[in-house]
């Protein structure tokens, strides 16, 4: 029983939703697709990593679970709602938040307006925002100030994101990701651009302050995926069939990852993973 | 505070190197006329211009307000003019597919052309130079922001689709904002642009404002107050100019490099 339908908030409130997602990939200018009949299951509550070489089509299938559609006739995303057994067809596009590499802070509003950037856009067109103390705002405010907080961006909350480090502002992004308190939330390599010691601590944060939400995690770090990933899913390698015609059927290669809780600890045990997933990366059966 | 510090300093430097400018070009332009000799009502020497416009300082003053009147009737006319139509272009694909080849076409007709049926039809007053000024400053102003409007970074628009966004709501929220630093250029540009129009339609026909009384002195061969003229709308001119600068960069920090 299949129903169109887009995700009310009350209903993903639900611990026991799930989500299945099937996709195709076809640029309008290529006759071979990306990938074709892609399955992959979103469970609640987890943090999915996706790895693959660049040019795979990771944060293709990240669009597309978005419901941004920038593919040709070919390709189509169907996203469906598994909710105590029952599976229903959804849209997402209202039930998700989106994290990017850039932090995509605007400059011409602070840290604390970057965090409340949702209801700044949506607000009517006369709305004095900055002066507003109606309840409710004052409570979103609260809300920002303290996610800020937790953050460890306390002085930063009514500065401009250009007076701001990397690390901060990509902090200031995560505080926006998690204001916006939807059910799943999609990161397009959220750390790749910051140094090491940065990148540590905020997959901390992350997988601290995520771990109620359905994460998926796109990331070319090994070390990243088998840190965070409660699922992890390698893009299979295209290269040595690229001159044949037919499509092999699309399947994901799952790597094995340590059972612990996340986020786990640098150490040996994990660096012997990451060595496994690294060789898995590189010879890929097809 | 360091950063205060370097600021003043870099100003106070750009201060020092404009009055050098200013004293060199005097110096030439004094050297012309002692070496040459040439009549005065060929060219005058500095310091009778200096003197004409002291002596007629309440005279130039008067016209020189209403001057300033019409570059900034014409400023605000033709930005928001310019902003309404660059908005509109963006938010309806009708509206942008009809109207650019119009507002092409318009730009073939030389402004000058314009100005004596601008002044027949408006008259003699203010309100045909007002209109001058908008005209000349409308299509930079338009075009600048036009091109900050489409030129949005992917990301921005990628993220606010996440969150529901209307359509105006992206042009007014996410599209303008972001297109402020290139329309910020558009708007240094009009304000430079601004005094020509002004100019051009007092010459046309007038009563009052500085092109009026230079066009006045040039006819009773008194180069020495029309160069005072002269001197007074360039300055206008120039401390227009540092003022939308310093506006500019005051409202838009992040646009800076």
Request: net charge positive; glycine share 6%.
């Amino acid at each position: 029983m299949d129903v169109v339908s887009n995700v009310s908030h009350a209903k993903t409130q639900d611990v026991d939703v799930s989500y299945e997602i099937q996709a195709s990939l076809c640029y309008a200018d290529q006759t071979k697709p990306v990938y074709k009949n892609l399955r992959m299951t979103l469970p609640k509550q987890t943090f999915t990593c996706l790895l693959g070489e660049s040019g795979c089509g990771k944060t293709s299938l990240l669009r597309q679970i978005t419901g941004f559609d920038d593919g040709s006739s070919q390709s189509e995303c169907i996203v469906t709602e598994v909710n105590k057994g029952v599976r229903r067809t959804v849209t997402l596009s209202d039930s998700i938040a989106y994290m990017a590499q850039q932090d995509l802070l605007m400059p011409w509003l602070n840290s604390l307006e970057n965090v409340l950037l949702c209801d700044y856009l949506t607000q009517p067109l006369w709305h004095k925002w900055r002066r507003n103390t109606a309840k409710k705002e004052r409570e979103k405010r609260d809300k920002a100030l303290f996610l800020l907080e937790t953050l460890g961006l306390v002085e930063a909350a009514y500065k401009a994101p250009n007076q701001l480090s990397g690390g901060m502002r990509q902090r200031v992004a995560l505080a926006r990701t998690l204001m916006q308190d939807k059910p799943v939330v999609l990161m397009d390599e959220p750390f790749a651009a910051l140094d090491a010691i940065n990148r540590y601590r905020l997959q901390d944060l992350a997988a601290e302050m995520l771990a109620e939400k359905s994460v998926v995690l796109v990331t070319h770090d090994a070390q990243e995926a088998i840190r965070l990933g409660q699922q992890i899913l390698v893009f299979p390698n295209q290269r040595d069939n690229q001159e044949s015609d037919v499509q092999p059927v699309f399947d994901f290669v799952r790597p094995s990852f340590p059972e612990t809780a996340i986020p786990r600890p640098i150490n040996a045990e994990l660096g012997r993973y990451q060595a496994a997933l690294l060789q898995a990366m590189e010879a890929v059966p097809c | 505070m360091l950063a205060i510090f370097r600021l003043r300093r870099a100003s106070s430097l750009n201060l020092i190197r404009l009055m050098v400018i200013v004293a060199a070009l005097l110096f030439a332009w004094w050297a012309l006329v002692f070496i040459t000799n040439v009549p005065h009502f060929i060219l005058p020497a500095p310091q009778r211009v200096f003197v004409t416009l002291w002596e007629l300082r309440s005279l130039l003053f008067s016209h020189f307000l209403v001057t300033l009147l019409e570059i900034v009737g014409g400023l605000m006319l033709g930005v928001i003019l310019g902003f309404l139509f660059a908005i509109n272009m963006q938010l309806f694909r009708l509206v942008r597919l009809w109207l650019l080849p119009v507002l092409l076409f318009s730009q073939a007709v030389p402004v000058f052309a314009l100005a004596p049926i601008l002044v027949l039809w408006l008259g003699y007053g203010m309100f045909s130079k007002v209109v001058m000024a908008a005209i000349i400053i409308f299509f930079p102003v338009l075009m600048t922001c036009f091109d900050g409007l489409r030129n949005t970074p992917t990301g921005y628009l990628d993220l606010a689709k996440t969150m529901n966004v209307k359509p105006w709501q992206m042009v007014w929220r996410i599209r303008f904002p972001a297109a402020l630093p290139v329309i910020a250029s558009g708007l240094r540009m009009a304000v430079v642009v601004a005094p020509i129009g002004a100019i051009i339609g007092e010459w046309v026909g007038s009563g009052a404002g500085l092109g009026y009384y230079m066009l006045h002195s040039n006819a009773r061969m008194q180069v020495a107050e029309m160069f005072a003229a002269l001197l007074v709308l360039a300055c206008l001119s120039i401390s227009l100019y540092y003022l939308a600068d310093w506006l500019l960069k005051k409202w838009i920090p992040w646009g800076q490099g």
